[in-house]
């Protein structure tokens, strides 16, 4: 099945600087690649996707970019605040399709002021 | 607001007293599923669910079921609970099979001592 890896396991980070979350995947039949951010308490929140016809994706500071050849994709947060200290997770489709979302383990981003 | 709502927040149980972690989402959603995460494992799935009385299993059900009468309820079960079960639990919803992004609850946090 799917597997999804996730670098760093933390990150630490001065406000104003970029941010960079790295995912590999192994299957090639994934089609489909959120990233959700986790707050300390609460449930993942959906903050960007993209699917594998698209190779980036912007949405005002976060952009998700694709390499389907490579196998991997990332998360870049530019100007990063405080508020954007969390935990992030990045997931890829698989093979079963998207009601079978496969998580990576993690990065925990910490923005200091 | 639209929202999935999970009950309870926190839970402390015994080795083997049955018990039901209740999952209700108010946005007409088509899909839903549930998830446990592990410290450095990320979040797992355990079940998931087409739509009403359609459920299939995740990547791990072992110990695990679900049933899903209505669209908008999906609860856990938990038949005998034991030690290896205490973990964070996560309910999640989705629309339809075209709007992959889910919509995760606050969490049930279960121990089993």
């Known amino acids: 099945g799917e597997n999804v890896e996730q670098h760093p396991s933390t990150l630490s980070v001065q406000e104003g600087d970029s941010a960079v979350i790295k995912c590999t995947y192994s299957?090639?039949?994934?089609?489909?690649f959120p990233w959700y951010k986790q707050e300390l308490g609460k449930g993942p929140q959906l903050i960007i996707d993209?699917?594998?016809?698209?190779g980036e994706k912007k949405d005002q500071r976060i952009a998700v970019t694709l390499n389907k050849t490579a196998k991997h994709f990332s998360l870049h947060i530019t100007e990063t605040q405080p508020e954007d200290s969390a935990v992030y997770f990045c997931?890829?489709?698989?093979?079963?399709?998207?009601?079978?979302?496969?998580f990576g383990t993690g990065t925990r981003l910490l923005v200091s002021p | 607001e639209a929202q999935v709502t999970q009950n309870p927040r926190y839970l402390i149980t015994v080795t083997g007293k049955k018990l039901t972690v209740t999952c209700s989402q108010n946005?007409?959603?088509?899909?839903m599923s549930w998830y446990r995460q592990d410290p450095g494992l990320g979040l797992r799935q355990i079940y998931y669910?087409?739509?009403?009385?359609?459920?299939d299993k995740g990547d791990v059900p072992e110990g695990y079921k679900v049933s899903r009468k209505e669209k908008r309820n999906f609860p856990l079960i938990l038949e005998s609970p034991s030690p290896n079960q205490t973990s964070l639990y996560f309910c999640?919803?989705?629309?339809?099979?075209?709007?992959?992004?889910?919509?995760f609850g606050s969490g049930t946090r279960l121990t089993v001592v």
């Open positions: 669910s087409m739509n009403v009385e359609a459920t």
């Open positions: 999640a919803s989705r629309p339809d099979s075209i709007n992959y992004g889910y919509t």
């Open positions: 993209i699917r594998s016809n698209v």
């Open positions: 946005m007409n959603h088509e899909y």
């Open positions: 997931a890829a489709s698989g093979r079963a399709g998207f009601q079978k979302l496969v």
């Open positions: 299957d090639s039949a994934s089609n489909y």
